[in-house]
């Protein structure tokens, strides 16, 4: 069964930093793209940032460029997101998720993906 497993969320104040974690249960990430999304209260699910397992390319949101870093381990078991400078609207509730590579246009944008982990809370205090 393919399970996607999101960790390390938590509260931490304004210009702190976090690493989350995306682990993958019964696959690997080879032959995915692995994304980070977030959702604040009342607002939409937005796209935070993307990883290809083909070519290891990334994107990230405008918003967190500079400041967030996607990256996975050697053997594609698990999806990292570093959160450095964190700001309190960086709070949200962060999810991973997953894609077969070559089935999605913009790995930035949700509605491709196949594959959910549930959320974990990020809460950053100004």
């Known amino acids: 069964e393919v399970q996607l497993q999101a960790s390390g969320g938590g509260l931490v104040q304004a210009g702190g930093s976090l690493r989350l974690s995306c682990a993958a249960s019964?696959?690997?990430?080879?032959?995915?793209?692995v994304g980070w999304f977030r959702q604040a209260p009342g607002k939409e699910r937005e796209g935070v940032s993307c990883i290809s397992s083909s070519d290891d390319s990334t994107d990230y949101a405008d918003s967190v460029k500079g400041r967030f870093t996607i990256s996975s381990d050697n053997a594609w078991n698990t999806v990292y997101l570093q959160m450095n400078s964190l700001k309190p609207e960086d709070t949200a509730v962060y999810y991973c998720?997953?894609?077969?590579?070559?089935?999605?246009?913009?790995?930035?944008?949700?509605?491709?993906?196949?594959?959910w982990g549930q959320g974990t809370q990020v809460t950053v205090s100004s």
């Open positions: 998720a997953a894609v077969v590579e070559g089935d999605y246009n913009n790995c930035m944008v949700e509605y491709d993906y196949d594959y």
């Open positions: 019964g696959f690997t990430f080879d032959d995915y793209a």
